[in-house]
């Protein structure tokens, strides 16, 4: 957690001082959302329907695993998803399809974990609706479009609204940008249509709107040379162990390997950090685990003392059944 995360979590001195700062970005937020409210900006929208995973805060929430549980949550019922996403990290900006051996230097880390993992067409760009009609064009057969990230995103409009939030670290000190985390106030949540509470569940959610649990699992580790290999908690109990992450909240990824018993050295790095060799060698270690959003940038530094850790989301099923109520009644 870096010096300005940590001032987040309380209403410190520092923080104060950014306080003006955030009532600008707050004025900001608040004219860009009523210039698209009152069509002055358009929203554009797409053929088919549009369910947006974001939330309101910086840093890691677990919305890629829920969006991964989403679309499995679709497939499952016949419906046919595509997932669009803005493609954080990378540095390709217009429309283009993300595969599963995709460079994540172009096309963002979580955009070749999705493709990896969710098991339909994948499509990133900076303007989502632009994405979305790329996507629908190469692959007419999609009837539902999941956008990753772009609660923020107003030009996209969109059916079903879904705000993540890590319920261990909730609203912080409840302070916009800079001065806290939040990238909008907290009275966006009422127009959402669920909130999914990550992890701890003792944060207040804004009464009215639905509000459901969602916790990460995981603890079969594969490793990075040879997916097949694949081992449990117990093969880590011998020999040194380093942990790497450069997530938005490494912090939990850490938890839930001491939660695994595995003992380790911890090494954080920033979100979509570009990882090098020498993060990934490590030669004092016996063993390296690492985030499956990590592992797709480690990969052309792999050795067989590589491990990563998959996790995937266990839900709450009445998100599912709210979704598709809301679908069948677009």
Known sequence: MTWLERQWQHRTAA??????????????????????????????????????????????????PLVLWLTAWLQQRGYRPGIVTRGYGGSSTGPQPVRPDSDPARCGDEAVLLAARAGCPVWMGRDRPEAGRALLAAHP????????????????????????????RGWGNGWLLPAGPLREPLRRLRTVD???????????VTPGVPAYAMRLTGRTFYNLLNR???VGPE????????AIAGIGHPERFFRHLQQLGITFVARSYPDHYAFRAGDVALPEADAVVMTEKDAVKCRRYATERCWVLPVDAEVDPALGALVLGKLENR
Do not use: M, W
């Not at 306080?19 to 004219?31: E, T």
């Not at 539902?144 to 705000?163: F, N």
């Not at 669920?194 to 207040?204: R, Y």
């Open 15 to 64: 923080g104060a001082l950014l306080y003006p700062v955030a009532l600008v970005f707050g004025v900001l937020a608040a004219l860009r959302r009523a210039l698209y409210a009152r069509h002055i900006l358009e929203r554009q929208r797409l053929p088919v329907p549009v369910i947006v995973v974001g939330n309101i805060t910086v840093g890691g929430t677990g919305k890629t």
């Open 141 to 168: 057969e999609c009837d539902v479009i999941v956008s990753d990230d772009g609660l923020q995103h107003y030009a996209l409009e969109r059916d079903v609204e879904i705000a993540v939030v890590d319920g261990a």
């Open 194 to 204: 669920a909130v999914v509470v990550q992890g701890a569940n003792g944060i207040n």
């Open 228 to 230: 097949e290999h694949q």
């Open 235 to 242: 093969f880590f109990q011998h020999g040194s162990v380093r």
